[in-house]
């Protein structure tokens, strides 16, 4: 990968925090204003902490990850693989958090919940890729 496109890649990735700040700042929100259908329903409250948690650890090891994309025994499809792997898990995994409970009423997440199943075999794959790859 060049260093024009590890530049860009890690520039979208740190565009996103502020993204997940934006997020930080409506969960405090919710806190503070007393929403409905935040503080009293436990399972949305979960769901939207645990998405934002995710957001940001995510990005961070994206952003630590894609310097040893360039040192991986790889070639540039694969390169690219894990490098697309990496930036899906943040994006994938808090939006199956998020909206899986929209709705201030809902209960039990819906089946967007699966979008974090896709962030976290996105992120495994990635992360093995890249591991047998750099040995």
């Known amino acids: 990968m060049s260093s024009a496109t590890l530049t860009t890649t890690a520039g979208i990735l740190l565009i996103t925090v502020v993204t997940i700040a934006f997020g930080g700042l409506a969960l405090l929100r919710h806190l503070i204003g007393r929403k409905a259908g935040y503080l009293e329903n436990p399972v ?3 769901l939207w902490t645990a998405g ?6 995510l990005v961070l090891f994206a952003l630590v990850a894609l310097p040893y994309i ?3 025994d790889a070639g540039d ?3 690219t693989l894990i490098r697309l ?3 899906s898990a943040p994006i994938l995994m808090p939006l199956g958090f998020f909206l ?3 709705r201030p009423q809902d ?3 819906n089946k967007l919940i699966w979008l974090t199943v896709a962030g976290g075999a996105s992120l495994a794959a990635g992360s093995l890729l ?3 790859n750099l040995l």
């Open 70 to 72: 360039d040192h991986a």
């Open 52 to 57: 934002h948690a995710h957001a940001g650890v």
């Open 130 to 132: 890249l591991g047998v």
């Open 100 to 102: 899986s409970v929209v």
């Open 85 to 87: 792997l990496f930036v």
């Open 107 to 109: 209960t039990k997440p």
């Open 77 to 79: 499809g694969t390169r």
């Open 44 to 46: 949305r409250r979960g």
